[in-house]
């Protein structure tokens, strides 16, 4: 998965739940942004490259949710 796969995920899930959702381009450093949902916030690389595996699921920790959620 890519991470702009990941960035229109959560809101889907965020809407399904009534969670607030942010995505902020310019508030990380060089290719980062940053993804609120609710109360959590995760750092995402270089949304136009692939999520490597360790990253994608530390990603999803971060945030509290799970595979199934975004699926």
């Avoid at 899930?13 to 942010?22: E, L, T």
């Avoid at 692939?50 to 530390?58: E, I, N, R, S, W």
Wanted: proline share 3%.
């Amino acid at each position: 998965m890519c991470g702009n796969e990941f960035i229109r995920r959560v809101p889907k899930y965020a809407k399904r739940n009534g969670i607030s959702f942010a995505w902020r381009a310019d508030r990380g450093k060089g290719s980062h942004g940053i993804l609120t949902l609710g109360d959590t916030r995760t750092a995402v690389r270089n949304p136009k490259d692939k999520l490597k595996t360790g990253t994608y699921h530390a990603m999803l920790k971060q945030l509290g949710i799970t595979e199934r959620d975004l699926s």
